[in-house]
C-alpha cells in the first residue's frame, strides 16, 4: 500500500513537470484594475456582455440571470487576495473586494421572492455563498442562500423529477436546459446550512433525471429537455443556443462537466464521477486541434466563432474535477487540459483595451450575440486562476 501510494506521488511529480507554464495574464494587474473600473460606473446596474466592436459593457437590471456574476468577481478578487496578498505589483492593492463585493451585490436580496429569471436564482445566489464562506455566521447572507433555495425548490415538479429551467405558455410543458445542473448548488449549500434533506433530494432527483435524459451515448448534450407534467415523459429534445438540435452546444457542455463534478463533490454518488468524466472525454476529444473553445462542436468551421466563455467555465470545472477524481491518471489528464485551454483563449482572446478582460465570448449565436466580453466568461478566468494557486498548480505573480 505506501509502496503504490509512493510510486503515485512519484508520478504525479514526474507528471507536474510536464505542466506547461500558466499564461501570465491569468494574474495580471490589468485584472484589478479592469474590474474596478467596471465597479465604479455600474450605479446599481450589472454588466452582462460588452459590445462586439468596443468592448464596452452593456448594463442590465439585477432581475437577469447574470446578476451573481459581476458581485462574485469582486469576492474572487477577495480570494485571490488571500491567496497573493494585495501589493501594487499585482495590482490587488486598489480597493476592499469583499466590501465592494457586498455593496455591488446588495441589489439581488429581494430577488429571493420575485423575478423572472427562474432556475437561475442558483447562479444569483454565489455572491451570499461566497461571504459565507468569509463569514460563515453572516445570517443575512444564509438567509438570502436559503431564499434562493426555497424559490428553486418551488419549481421542482415530482412527476418530471427536475425543477422548471424556462416558464412556457402551456404550464404542462416543462422545460429543462443542461445549465441547470449549476443551479443545484445553491440547494446543496442550504441543505448544509439548513439539515433540511428536501433541498438535496430536489438536487439529486435532477441530476439523475438529467443523467438520464439529457446526454448522449457518446458523452454529448443536448441543451433543451422539454417534458410533459402530465406523465413526466420526455416530449422533445432540442437546441436553444447551439447550432442544431443534434449538436452540441460547448457551453452547456461545459456546465454539465462541472455541474456533475460538483454534484460528486456533494454526494460522492459515483455515477456522477463517472458522469462527469464521460463529459469531460467529450469536450477534450472534440475540441479542435488549435485548442480554441468553438461556440459549438458541430457547427461548420466557417460559421463557428469561438465562446471565450465556454473554455473558462470548463477550464474551472475541470479543475473540480481533478480535485474530486480517484483516479491520479485522470487528476493529471484534468488539471492539464484546463491549463491548456486557458492559456489558448489567452492567447486569442486577452483584450487589454476592452472593459472585459476577454474577448471571444459568444453570447447566443442564434440572436447574433457573439465576439463579445461575458461577465461570466470573466468571472471563471480569474476562478480558474484562484483554484491553480489554491491546488499548487500556479503560483502566485
Ligand atoms: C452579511 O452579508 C450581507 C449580504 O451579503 C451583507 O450585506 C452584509 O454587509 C454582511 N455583513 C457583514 C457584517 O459583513
Ligand atoms: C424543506 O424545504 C422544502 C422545500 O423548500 C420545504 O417545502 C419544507 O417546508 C422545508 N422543511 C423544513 C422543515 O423547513
Ligand atoms: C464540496 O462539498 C463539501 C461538502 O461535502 C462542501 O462543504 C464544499 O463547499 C463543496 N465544494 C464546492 C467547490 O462546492
Ligand atoms: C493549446 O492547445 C493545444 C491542444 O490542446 C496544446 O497542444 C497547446 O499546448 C495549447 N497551447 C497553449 C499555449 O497552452
Ligand atoms: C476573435 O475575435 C476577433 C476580434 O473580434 C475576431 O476577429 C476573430 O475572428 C475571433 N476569433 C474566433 C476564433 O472567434
Redesign the pocket.
Known amino acids: 500500500m505506501r509502496f503504490l501510494i509512493l510510486t503515485s506521488a512519484i508520478l504525479v511529480a514526474h507528471l507536474a513537470l510536464a505542466l506547461p507554464d500558466v499564461a501570465t495574464e491569468l494574474y495580471s494587474s490589468l485584472i484589478p484594475s479592469k474590474v474596478l473600473a467596471t465597479a465604479n460606473k455600474l450605479n446599481n446596474k450589472f454588466p452582462q456582455y460588452t459590445d462586439s466592436t468596443a468592448g464596452a459593457w452593456q448594463l442590465f437590471s439585477a432581475d437577469t440571470w447574470t446578476s451573481g456574476f459581476f458581485p462574485a468577481t469582486l469576492y474572487a478578487l477577495e480570494t485571490r487576495k488571500t491567496l497573493c496578498g494585495a501589493t501594487s505589483a499585482n495590482g490587488l492593492n486598489v480597493a476592499d473586494w469583499a466590501d465592494l463585493g457586498r455593496k455591488t451585490g446588495a441589489g439581488l436580496a429581494a430577488l429571493t421572492t420575485s423575478n423572472s429569471v427562474g432556475h437561475d436564482v442558483g447562479f444569483l445566489s454565489f455572491p451570499y455563498v461566497d461571504e459565507l464562506s468569509i463569514n460563515p455566521s453572516n445570517a443575512t447572507a444564509a438567509a438570502i442562500v436559503n431564499g434562493f433555495?426555497?424559490y428553486l425548490?418551488?419549481r421542482?415538479n415530482p412527476t418530471v423529477g427536475c425543477t422548471r429551467s424556462w416558464d412556457s405558455s402551456d404550464p404542462t410543458d416543462f422545460v429543462v436546459i443542461i445549465d441547470n445542473m449549476m443551479n443545484l448548488n445553491v440547494l446543496m449549500v442550504s441543505a448544509q446550512l439548513?439539515g433540511?434533506?428536501?433541498?438535496k433530494n430536489?438536487a439529486i432527483s435532477h441530476a439523475d433525471t438529467t443523467m438520464k435524459n439529457h446526454i448522449r451515448d457518446d458523452g454529448s448534450t443536448w441543451h433543451v429537455v422539454q417534458y410533459t407534467t402530465t406523465t413526466g415523459a420526455v416530449t422533445d429534445k432540442r437546441t436553444s443556443q447551439g447550432y442544431s438540435d443534434s449538436s452540441t452546444w460547448s457551453r452547456g457542455q461545459a456546465w454539465a462537466v462541472y455541474g456533475y463534478a460538483n454534484m460528486y463533490n456533494w454526494t460522492g454518488d459515483y455515477n456522477y464521477l463517472l458522469t462527469a468524466r464521460r463529459l469531460a472525454t467529450y469536450f477534450l476529444n472534440t475540441l479542435p486541434s488549435d485548442g480554441i473553445v468553438p461556440w459549438d462542436f458541430n457547427a461548420p468551421v466557417e460559421n463557428r466563432p469561438a465562446d471565450s466563455s465556454a473554455a473558462t467555465i470548463v477550464a474551472t470545472g475541470l479543475l473540480l474535477l481533478s480535485k474530486v477524481e480517484t483516479d491520479i491518471l485522470n487528476r493529471v489528464k484534468w488539471w492539464t487540459a484546463a491549463i491548456n485551454i486557458l492559456n489558448n483563449i489567452t492567447s486569442l482572446a486577452w483584450d487589454p483595451s476592452w472593459e472585459s478582460l476577454l474577448a471571444n465570448g459568444t453570447v447566443n449565436k442564434p440572436a447574433n450575440n457573439y465576439l463579445t466580453g461575458t461577465v461570466y466568461g470573466d468571472y471563471y478566468y480569474i476562478v480558474a486562476g484562484n483554484e491553480l494557486i489554491s491546488m499548487g498548480l500556479a503560483k502566485c505573480p
Not at 196 to 199: A, D, E, F, G, M
Open positions: 433555495a426555497t425548490a418551488g421542482f439548513t433540511n434533506s428536501t433541498l430536489i
